[in-house]
C-alpha cells in the first residue's frame, strides 16, 4: 500500500518561505512522476509543479520562479522550495505521484497560510 506522507506546510509572512516535503513509502519502484498541487477554498485543485523520473521539471505560470521543485527516484522524495510568498499563494497543496503502471496517488494535504 502506498501512501504519500507530506509536511512543512504552516503559516507565514508575505515575502516568506516555506519547504513543502513528500515521502512516498510502500513503494518498491521508482515513481514516474511526483509533484504538487493546490487548491484554494472556492477554487478547483491545481497543478503547482512536476519532477519526472529523468529529472524534467515544469511549473504552473503563477509561480513565475518563485518555487523550485526536487526529486530523488531512490527514496521516491519530492520537495517543493518555495519564495516570496503572497497571500494568493494560501491554499492546501497535495502532493501526488504516479507510477509507471498509471497509477496514482496522493498525499493528505498540507495547509500553507500566507498573510499579508
Known amino acids: 500500500q502506498v501512501q504519500l506522507v507530506e509536511s512543512g506546510g504552516g503559516l507565514v509572512h508575505s515575502g516568506g518561505s516555506l519547504r513543502l516535503s513528500c515521502a512516498a513509502s510502500g513503494s518498491r519502484v521508482s515513481m514516474q512522476n511526483m509533484g504538487w498541487y493546490r487548491q484554494a477554498p472556492g477554487s478547483q485543485r491545481a497543478l503547482v509543479a512536476f519532477?519526472?523520473?529523468?529529472?524534467?521539471?515544469n511549473y504552473a505560470d503563477f509561480v513565475e520562479g518563485r518555487f523550485t521543485i526536487s526529486g530523488d527516484n531512490v527514496k521516491n522524495t519530492v520537495t517543493l522550495q518555495m519564495n516570496s510568498l503572497n497571500p494568493e499563494d494560501t491554499a492546501v497543496y497535495y502532493c501526488?505521484?504516479?507510477?509507471?503502471?498509471?497509477?496514482?496517488?496522493w498525499g493528505q494535504g498540507t495547509q500553507v497560510t500566507v498573510s499579508s
Open positions: 519532477i519526472t523520473y529523468g529529472g524534467t521539471t
Open positions: 501526488y505521484a504516479i507510477q509507471w503502471s498509471g497509477r496514482e496517488y
